[in-house]
């Protein structure tokens, strides 16, 4: 969680394993696009800064933040996961507060979603998705002076690709 001194860029890349041997999907949600291309570009350096192959970063697009769920999904089960294995699946949403209960549900739909998916199944599905209250707290968590939430996904994808080889 994201503190008013915590920028979410920073990272020790001593405690960070080499992603060099990793592959990473990542679904992408086109709604409130300003905010989760910056988050993608974050996520993308850093697994790029902490040694991933840009050939093994597979990157899809969704419409909304809700069907990231099914994204993610769909990618663990797809050419991509099973020719040579993900080790990690990110997913960059972002659902700014309005005036409806659509806020709600959609938080929590995608929420229980990615949940369900790391329960479930054998690649971590890491959870990047912004739920702020104005456009401005996003932009300030998308590479803004908050730093990059797509930043610490990326850190969090590789420690959890790491997890997983480690316990298999």
């Known amino acids: 969680m994201a503190t008013a001194n915590q920028n979410l860029s920073n990272y020790d890349k001593s405690t960070v394993p080499n992603a060099k041997e990793f592959r990473f999907g990542i679904v992408v949600s086109e709604w409130n696009a300003k905010i989760t291309e910056g988050l993608w570009k974050g996520a993308f350096d850093a697994l790029v800064d902490c040694g991933a192959q840009k050939e093994n970063i597979v990157r899809w697009n969704v419409p909304g933040t809700f069907e990231l769920t099914y994204g993610a999904s769909r990618m663990s089960k797809s050419i991509y996961a099973t020719s040579s294995m993900l080790d990690a699946i990110i997913v960059i949403g972002c659902v700014i507060q309005g005036e409806t209960k659509h806020f709600d549900f959609v938080c929590e739909g995608v ?8 329960l479930k199944g054998d690649i971590p599905v890491i959870f990047c998705v912004l739920t702020d209250n104005n456009l401005q707290q996003s932009i300030e968590r998308s590479g803004g002076k908050h730093g990059n939430k797509g930043t610490e996904a990326a850190i969090t994808a590789i420690k959890m690709a790491q997890l997983r080889k480690d316990t298999n």
Request: charged residues 25%; without cysteine.
């Open 111 to 118: 929420t229980h979603g990615i949940k369900d998916l790391n």
